[in-house]
């Protein structure tokens, strides 16, 4: 029996073992303090009993391209081009966008390739590599 199961019979028998013409006795309460006493219990047994997700990395990306600190420099400064040129409209900068641009594009695929022929030439000799190489890119 899985946890969430066991969390939601306990919660229930709570709920079943509260005397509910005690707690929202209409003689003495409103309806309106009725129901903050009734959103109380529920809201306790939410805190309680439902798990709550605090800050972990869901769906981490996929397709990871490799990367060295000369590639990442250029596309920082690819960004900062555009930007400038969104700014400025300037030919000279949409020009010189275009050339680091390209050049992003030609290392990144280099480096993946030189990335895939490495792991091609290690798969007889290192086959986890290879498995994870190929569960990473496949969905």
Known sequence: MYMININYMIKLKEFLGINWDDVLDPSNKSVE??????????????????????????????????????????????????????????????QEYKIIRNKVKYITVSLLKHDQEKNSVECKSNPKKFWNYINKNTY
């Not at 809201?43 to 981490?60: F, K, L, Q, S």
């Open 33 to 94: 303090e009725m129901w903050k006493t009734f959103k109380a219990v529920v809201r306790e047994g939410m805190d309680d009993y439902i798990p709550r997700c605090t800050g972990h990395v869901a769906n981490r990306k996929k397709n990871f391209q490799p990367c060295n600190n000369e590639l990442q420099q250029m596309i920082r400064r690819k960004y900062k081009l555009w930007n400038s040129w969104i700014r400025t409209k300037r030919n000279a900068v949409l």
